[in-house]
């Protein structure tokens, strides 16, 4: 994984997370199990009246105190910055308000801020109800109005032909409803922590049949009761068999995991113990729980609610492997079920050795459910690189599509489309289109692929027909960002997706043709109606390195161009990653045009939407190519774009771009072309940080392929350490305690260097966040400290 991540929404616990390319080892060993070895979890126990049946049988309760992430606010006191904890408030449902309430009431239009972009509703995961695909539902995460302080994500409903909008569940902070299954016309299987235990549990809604109707909240019905959490979900479509996942030590149940976990709690000692890597995996310490999967058959019973019918089998036991992958693996990717929904497949990090670190070989595995004890099989053994993604056609169990790389320990190769028909000999689609997918979705006739997949910095949706024969491609949509597709259960040419762009939150989408796509939603219409934004997202290109051609994005200040304006020249991270046509609720280009900037952001080489050649180039090349791109581009910019003042410019960046503003800072002929840097996460030195990062596939090969030890030049010859003595400007840093990616020293360093040399700068430091600011209070004081450094050196 990199730097910095692409973001694909994926509402796992409280945030949300980019979601990556994970990509891990699966060393050739066969899971040998039976069924006799299999662990036997507890029976889950229904603590719904409703649901009390005779098979099950009751745990013991685990009293755990659940805090949300966002509602907890830790102290940071910097200098300046001092942000109070607060005793966590109880929220409860009676102080709901939605953000157009809010907005519609008490707030006169104004320019747009973070603590705006932070109050938006987050639309993910559109699904058609089955029965006749005139409504959906989709997830609604929602912040607490004004303060920011706590969230939840409800199921809504929205009927297509009426425009008729249904909260389902109920709105109450702290609670998450995610990853839900439409398992016939009117049963919803999903994940929820609405659990007495504030645990992740299983749970059922049962719509009435005219869901228009319906006046209150639904009662959703808890069908587990685990005493950890289940963090993936998965149902097939016969709704008899189901997959779940929880974090258990490699050789214990679920029950045992929290055993132990109470007796190491009790033994007052805290010290972790390593044999191999990883120690560390982007924001948590490896300390032995895995994500395994649990399939089990269940059952309809005949008050209309399902329970387990089978004692559910740890199909990873005993292994010391995640499925999914961590850190953001998630089922609706990794895990499928075939057509008869009795063979599951998934992707796995099998991570026995210290190898996990260095390569990038995910593999996929497949398991027949319908014999006991059969074992599972690894289908991708023979491509050393990453295979993951595993797909089932849904009328053939003999087919599964897949995503896969070609070359080994390389994070950020294209990915292709693999069909596996049961022989070891794959067909790969559209071998020599110049595209990496990003995901893929079957058509219902299992003959057809919808692919999306990065172009020019937008995120598209290609359909691909006919995939056994002549295979037709077709563009879908062209701009913006598109994702989540989800198609109408009868007519394959519909679909439902998520879009976005720079101008434009994420709205539920509708694709009827590609002269009918329209916004479904219009939940963020009054906070959007009451704040003012750019209306104006531009792409340019210019000669850039090499005279390759190089492209950029320009955002005005929000108003307008008649006054000259400070530049805000934004380094994406990754680095094989692009400023896309999308909206972010971290780099947002809105919170700083709005604010008088002018934004700049460049896709150098390296860049991932431009063609594989083009993200190659960065290769043996972080301090090169990219650098002379940004130089480049800072000419067109201050030429083309005359309101720019070029007195006036700070450089920001995170990750990669935190390690180019360190990079350029070293370079005098380009650090005093700006009068401040910002650098978030960003590494000062290479080579150290090569010993101490996690993932050091992505370190090495980014570097030609070589350890630190087998070719130090290639860690020397970029590396910003090697630059101090240079350095003038001053510079604020930033730095996530958590951040396992680029450890904290780096940036502790980073300071240190700039006070030892008396250059004015501040550390902003923030003890709970990982590589990303997640926090909304973090996220607005961020912005307040940023813009607040840019105004003290560019007024
Ligand atoms: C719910 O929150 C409101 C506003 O904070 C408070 O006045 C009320 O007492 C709370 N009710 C319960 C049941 O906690
Ligand atoms: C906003 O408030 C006005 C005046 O109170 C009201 O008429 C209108 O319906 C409200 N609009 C929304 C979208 O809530
Ligand atoms: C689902 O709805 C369709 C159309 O009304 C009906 O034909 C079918 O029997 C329903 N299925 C179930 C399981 O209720
Ligand atoms: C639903 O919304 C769409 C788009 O805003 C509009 O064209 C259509 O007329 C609306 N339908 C109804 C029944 O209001
Ligand atoms: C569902 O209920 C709404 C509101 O009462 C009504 O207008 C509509 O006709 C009903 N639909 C069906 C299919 O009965
Ligand atoms: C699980 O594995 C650990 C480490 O290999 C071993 O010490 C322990 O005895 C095993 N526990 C069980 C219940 O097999
Ligand atoms: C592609 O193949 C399908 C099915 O074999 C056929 O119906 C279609 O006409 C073909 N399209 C083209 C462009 O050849
Ligand atoms: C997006 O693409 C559609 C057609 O695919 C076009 O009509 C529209 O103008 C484009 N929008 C932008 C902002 O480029
Ligand atoms: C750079 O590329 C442009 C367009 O491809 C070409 O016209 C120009 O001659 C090239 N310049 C150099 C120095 O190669
Ligand atoms: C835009 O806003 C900024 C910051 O408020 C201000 O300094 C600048 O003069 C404004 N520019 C114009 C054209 O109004
Ligand atoms: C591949 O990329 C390099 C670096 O950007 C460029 O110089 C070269 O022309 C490209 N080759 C092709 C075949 O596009
Ligand atoms: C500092 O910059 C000057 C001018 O570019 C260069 O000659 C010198 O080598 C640089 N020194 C270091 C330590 O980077």
Redesign the pocket.
Known sequence: MRFELKKVFLFAGFFLLGAIIVLIPCVVVIARRSSNECPAPTTPSVTTSAMTTSSMTTLPLITSSVTTPSMTTPSVTTSLVTTTTSSNPTWNASDYQSNSDYYNSSVNPRNFDQSDNLRLDRLSSPQFRPINGKSIIYLRRQYHMPDLRGSTTTLHWLDIETNKTIQLTRPIWGKHDQQFFWIDNNTILFLSNRASTGLNQIFQLTLPENVSQTIDFIDPIQITNYPLDIDNLLVNRQATRLAFSCQVYANLTIQQTVDRQLTEQASGRSIYQFDKLFVRHWDEYMTGRRHHPFLVQITRQTNGIFNFSSEPIDILFPLDSDSPTRPFGDAKAQWSFSASGNSFAYTRQYDETSEVAWTTNLDIWTIDLTTPGQSSVCITKENLATDTDPSYSPTDNNILVYRSHSIPRYESDQFKVKVYNGSNTKITLLDNWDRSIQALTWSRDGQSLYLETGEEAENVIYYISNIFTNQTIVPLTRNGTSHNINLHPIDDQIFVFTYESILEPANIYLYSSSDSIRPLTIHNKVLLSKVKMSTVAEKFSFAGAKNDTVWGWHIPPQNGTNNSAPLAFLIHGGPQSSWYNAWSYRWNFQSFSSQGYAVIAINFHGSDSYGQNFTDSINSNYGSLPYEDLQLGLDYALTNYPYIDSQRATALGASYGGYMVNWIA????MSLRFKTFVTHNGALDTRSKSYSSDELWFTEYDAGNFTPWDNPDAFEIYNPV?????WTQPMLIIVGARDYRIPETQGIGTFTALQRRGIPSRLLYFPTENHWILNPLHSVAWYEEVLGWMRKYTS
Do not use: C, D, T
């Open positions: 070293g370079h005098p002929e090697n630059h101090v003595a240079n």
